[in-house]
């Protein structure tokens, strides 16, 4: 066993443009589900809305790449716009189910052959960074940086940088928002929505507000994870929305931090169980063959999940006191 | 407030006889041919109803009368079949509830919803209406809310220690026993500056000495100009301090009047007090009947 290489490739977990996309990602959902109370199963649907919003505005309209993300932006607005208006009157396990819903949907239209010209349909999209000349804007000259398990060419460090930099605002922007009294009626409503209406504040517009943040931060995670890899439909499938639930319930859903430090925890040891499974299987530890070890990480993570929600429901940073699953 | 003091009653509420749907002087509420039902069972069916202004008002009547409904009604969180009703002469039908919040007519649950995972302090200072930091673009510079947040605070605690809870403010609401949870609730609707205050049982639950303080801050409402109108099982309670009963069945208002007149109508006694308490609701259709006799002769 080459334990050099597992190590090195698990401490590469810790940063990468999908640790901090789906980080981006998981802010979104505590904001949805941590803070807001809304069951949003469907936060893969606005990640591909952000990632296609970007990528197809570039590539058929010629959009300039700051452009481009800023339509994906607006995508994942008016898709939480759609997506609210219907539903946020309703009880909240019927949020669930509608969005699980819509985000197949999404993934499908951007699947069908029908529009192939624009989406590029099962192939997906690739190419945009350099024809939107977010390549180009890289402020670093080539070469190689950072040292050890976190050496990155300029292409790499510029899109870490450019993820790390959004990533920030974020953050500032949900902690900005819980601590001011906005925040304090959103928990409110998280709590009991008909006592926060019974006060006289307009319970429905605070939850589209909710969702709609929550869905800018989706679609942000979206645009950076499609900053550095293709669009591809494939990513978009239901599995990403539970691995970000995952990462969302490890940190704790109704804290600032606990989302990012989620993301990273459960990327790393993504790393860690895909490089140690199959040589595990390789060594005959495990009685399985090296591409079934690979898919025998998913399992751990489903049971990880499960032992999580069970014995530790606030999450690594949650109150001990807000145990967000017990009403 | 000691146990001896009897509150000064209002008198002079009304105009003619004190019957179901009489006149009153001054009325802060006027309901009219509101209808409400759930499938085939006629939930509320109220043809005209006043409630008094600065004056406590008891809506009385057996389990499943429609109190709690006509409530929901009142307060915009249930839309009726039919009917109108006006609040402050401006009418209500169609108005959402957080809007009728908004214009001063707050309401409490009969299953208290304090907000578990908030602090008590927090419960409280998100009855507060108007604030410029409940608006997301300014939320985002709390130079233009700390000031006011900073005010709502301080008369939250005022009115914390008024209800013996100052010393709980930074504990999660999970934390408060059931009767504390009725105070929190009563002291976060008094932050919204109402003019009228809806109390769905408040006393429901709560221990004797408990009572008393509540019965106390119910009475104050009253001295500092606000209207309350409240459903309560209590008797003694609606006896000690209510200015008026209006006692409701089967969804409509079979009787109405000071407490001490109404609660000796023998319809209202059959109906709901307990001539016969151990009969079922079934038989009280029959008793209502008895009424109308009653008042023909």
Known sequence: ?327 | MSNNDSPIKSTGLHIGEAAPGCKKTDPMLVIDHVKKSFGGLTAVDVEHLEIPKNAITALIGPNGAGKTTLFNLLTGFDTPDTGAWEFLGTSLSGVPSYKVAQMGQVRTFQLTKALSLLTVLDNMKLGSKNQVGESIFRALFPGSWRKQDAEIELKAIELLKRFNLDAKQADFAASLSGGQRKLLEMARALMTDPVLVMLDEPMAGVNPALTQSLLGHVLNLKKEGMTVLFVEHDMHMVRHIADWVVVMAEGKVVAEGPPETVMNEQAVIDAYLGAHQDTDLGVVTGRISIIDQEKDK
Request: glycine share 14%; proline share 4%.
């Open chain 1, 1 to 327: 066993m080459d334990w050099g290489t597992i190590i090195n490739n698990t401490l590469a977990g810790l940063l990468t443009p999908t640790t901090i996309a789906f980080a981006l990602a998981a802010l979104g959902l505590a904001m949805h589900f941590g803070f807001a109370g809304l069951l949003n199963f469907g936060i893969a649907g606005f990640m591909a809305i952000g990632a296609y919003g970007y990528a197809i505005s570039v590539l058929t309209f010629g959009f300039p790449w700051w452009g481009g993300m800023i339509v994906g932006i607006i995508g994942s607005i008016l898709f939480a716009i759609l997506l609210g208006i219907p539903t946020l009157r309703l009880r909240g396990d019927y949020l669930a189910i509608v969005t699980i819903a819509a985000a197949e949907i999404v993934r499908l239209l951007f699947l069908t052959t029908a529009f192939t010209d624009v989406t590029g349909s099962a192939d997906g999209l690739f190419g945009y960074n350099n024809a939107g000349g977010f390549t180009n804007a890289n402020p670093f000259p080539p070469g190689s940086y950072g040292w050890g398990p976190w050496t990155y060419n300029s292409e790499t460090l510029w899109v870490l940088t450019f993820g790390l930099g959004v990533l920030a605002v974020c953050v500032w922007f949900l902690w900005a928002l819980m601590r001011s009294p906005w925040g304090r009626v959103i928990k409110g409503i998280r709590e009991d929505e008909e006592a926060i209406r019974a006060l006289g504040k307009n319970v429905f517009a605070y939850k589209l507000q909710a969702l709609i943040i929550g869905g800018i931060f989706g679609g942000m995670g979206g645009i950076i994870f499609a900053a550095f890899a293709n669009v591809s439909p494939g990513v978009y499938v239901t599995s990403i929305t539970f691995f970000i639930w995952t990462s969302l319930l490890l940190g704790g859903a109704a804290t600032i931090w606990g989302p990012v430090i989620g993301a990273v925890i459960f990327w790393t040891l993504q790393a860690f169980l895909s490089n140690i499974l199959p040589e595990l299987a390789l060594a005959g530890i495990l009685p399985v063959s090296g591409t079934q070890a690979a898919t025998l990480r998913f399992v751990l993570v489903g049971i990880g999940l499960m032992l999580l929600v069970i014995y530790r429901p606030q999450g690594i940073f949650g109150d001990k006191r807000e145990l967000t699953f017990v009403k």
